[in-house]
C-alpha cells in the first residue's frame, strides 16, 4: 500500500514538474553566472567590484546580488569551483604518478601551474576580503580553501608514509616527523604566492622548475638547492576553458 499519500485526496506526493525545472534552470543561471564571475575577475582583478563584474558578464548587479547576497557570497561559490577544480587535478597527478617522489613533484607542479593560469582567480578564491578576515592568519581564508589543504595535506601524508617505507623508515607514532605535510603544504603555498607576486621580467623561474625545487627542498633540504630533479613528467598547459575554471 503507498503511503506517500496527502491527506486531502489520498493522491500520491508528486513533486510539480514546473517547480522541478524551474529548480533547474536556477542551478544552471547560478552555474553560468559564477563563470561570468570568475572570466571577469581573471580579465579585471581581484579588487573588481560587483557593477565592475556585473558590467563585464553583460547584466545587472541586482541579478548577482539574487544569486548570491553579496559579493563574498559570490566570492565563495567562485573560490569552490576553482578550488574543486584544483583539487580534481592535483588528485589526478597524484594517482598518475609512479613513486611518492614523483606523486610530490607532480602536485607542486600543478599547484603551481594553476595558480599561474590564472592568479586573480587564484587571489580571489584563497583570500577573503580585509573586513571578514579578521583573526589569524589560518581565518583569513575561505573556508572551502581550509578544507582544500585538510584534504590535500590527508593525500600527501599517504604518500609520504610510503616514501618513509621505500626507504626502511618507521618513526614512532609520536615522532614530530609526522607534522610534514601540513609543513610541506605550508611551504608550497608560500612560496608559490611569493613567486607569483614576483613580476616576470624579475628573471622569475618557470612553474617547473620551482616545483623541482620546492620538491628537492621538502625531500633533502638545503642539499637540495643543487640535488637532482625528481622525474619529471611534461603535462600540456591547460586550456582557457579549463584554467581554474
Known amino acids: 500500500m503507498n503511503t506517500a499519500l496527502t491527506a486531502a485526496g489520498g493522491a500520491p506526493d508528486v513533486p510539480d514538474g514546473r517547480a522541478t525545472r524551474w529548480d533547474e534552470h536556477r542551478q544552471q543561471r547560478r552555474a553560468n553566472l559564477i563563470r561570468a564571475a570568475r572570466q571577469a575577475v581573471h580579465d579585471l582583478g581581484p579588487q573588481a567590484s560587483m557593477d565592475e563584474i556585473a558590467t563585464h558578464a553583460g547584466t545587472s548587479k541586482s541579478v548577482f546580488y539574487r544569486y548570491f547576497g553579496d559579493k563574498n557570497g559570490l566570492q565563495v561559490a567562485v573560490g569552490e569551483r576553482a578550488i574543486n577544480f584544483m583539487e580534481r587535478e592535483l588528485l589526478m597527478a597524484a594517482e598518475a604518478s609512479d613513486s611518492a617522489l614523483d606523486g610530490l613533484f607532480a602536485m607542486v607542479s600543478v599547484y603551481l601551474r594553476l595558480a599561474e593560469s590564472s592568479p586573480h582567480v587564484y587571489a580571489f578564491s584563497t583570500r577573503l576580503p580585509p573586513e571578514t578576515a579578521a583573526g589569524p592568519p589560518a581565518q583569513g581564508q575561505p573556508a572551502a580553501m581550509a578544507d582544500f589543504f585538510d584534504r590535500i595535506a590527508a593525500v600527501m601524508d599517504v604518500h609520504f608514509r610510503d616514501y ?56 633533502v633540504g638545503l642539499d637540495g638547492t643543487y640535488a637532482a630533479s625528481p622525474t619529471d613528467h611534461p603535462t600540456a598547459p591547460p586550456t582557457p576553458e579549463q584554467e581554474l575554471s
Open 164 to 219: 618513509l617505507r621505500q626507504h626502511g623508515r618507521s618513526p614512532a607514532s609520536q615522532s614530530a616527523t609526522w607534522y610534514w605535510p601540513r609543513a610541506a603544504i605550508g611551504m608550497v603555498r608560500s612560496a608559490g604566492e611569493t613567486w607569483l607576486g614576483t613580476p616576470p621580467e624579475a628573471s622569475r623561474p618557470d612553474a617547473a622548475r620551482l616545483a623541482r625545487k620546492i620538491t628537492a627542498w621538502l625531500t
